[in-house]
């Protein structure tokens, strides 16, 4: 009788060396060291909900406001706030990269998180700025915009 074929046992990478098992997640600069569990998931999970949040939040008055106070065409602040939402929709590639090859998980989060809070809260102050001013935009029966040019500038990057 034949026996069957065995199955390659072999579980060894040949890139390693002194033919080291590999572990199932291998991450080359920073050795295990048994952190996560529940608390780093609730933290990534907290940030991810509130994240979301915030980033709906915006989209959803970012037309009203570019075709309002900024006196945009509707079709510009259109295409603006697509712009913007396929920009935010890939910037987590280049998240991905940082995290892997430079800063590691936690701290990549932890930056993007106070990156993040200090952009949406420069962008509402940049919002606020007409009203701390004393212009008197609310009066404006034209749509004709509120700003002066380097404060749609100022709005844009931090919309970056």
Request: charged share 10%; proline share 6%; aromatic share 12%.
């Amino acid at each position: 009788m034949a026996t069957p074929p065995q199955p390659d046992t072999d579980h060894r990478t040949p890139f390693l060396q002194n033919d080291v098992e590999a572990p199932a997640v291998l991450d080359y600069k920073h050795p295990p060291t048994g952190s996560g569990g529940w608390r780093s998931a609730i933290f990534i999970i907290g940030v991810g909900c509130t994240e979301r949040f915030a980033f709906y939040g915006v989209s959803s008055n970012l037309v009203t406001f570019l075709s309002g106070p900024l006196g945009e065409s509707t079709a510009t602040a259109a295409e603006n706030v697509n712009t913007w939402s396929g920009t935010a929709s890939l910037l987590p590639l280049l998240g991905a990269v940082v995290a892997d090859s430079f800063l590691g998980r936690y701290r990549t989060i932890v930056f993007s998180s106070l990156l993040y809070i200090l952009g949406l809260g420069l962008l509402s102050f940049s919002a606020k700025l007409p009203s701390l001013t004393g212009s008197d935009c609310e009066n404006s029966s034209q749509l004709t915009s509120c700003y002066s040019q380097l404060q749609v500038i100022f709005f844009y990057f931090l919309l970056a």
